[in-house]
């Protein structure tokens, strides 16, 4: 059985909103906001969700909000990105909370050491942040660089994850 809208979901955690939305193959697109409730860490599912991908995607935030690297994959729907985004989100997947690299060294993870521009566009392209964690993807420098959710966003889950960078 698949239920359409699932309640919001409350942890004390980074103060962000996740909105997951949802279709039968997984998880289409994340979407990060400011918390509402100033203490806790929110997310809500919507669209056609499984039992079984409700309880994944809790599981997998529950974890994270332990500051623990979820050991659940989530499953996205990655359809249509061209080719090398697909390669640098999923190089993305694997980097632990507490770890970042820079674009250019993504870019030399993915054999294009001069690509740094190029990881930067894979990582504005992704559909589902914070799941594929392009938060962690800072300039030369530990300067931010740029972030699709915004950039007080990326500094609350850098902050949360004892990341430093400089603004």
Known sequence: MQKSLQSLRRRKGPL?????HVEERGIKEVKLFPAMEMEAMEWEIQ???SPLLVEMIDKWMESYAKKKSPDVFLPIVLDGLPPYTT?????LRDIPIGISLSYKELGEIT???????AVGNACAKNPCPLIIP??????????????????????????????????
């Open 134 to 167: 392009c938060h962690r993807v800072l300039a030369a420098d530990s300067r931010l660089g740029g972030f699709s959710c915004g950039i007080d966003i990326k500094k609350t889950l850098l902050s949360y994850e004892k990341i430093h960078f400089d603004s």
């Open 16 to 20: 962000i909103k996740a909105v997951f």
């Open 111 to 117: 054999g294009n050491p001069k690509g740094a521009r």
């Open 47 to 49: 669209g056609k969700a």
């Open 87 to 91: 390669r640098v989100l999923s190089i």
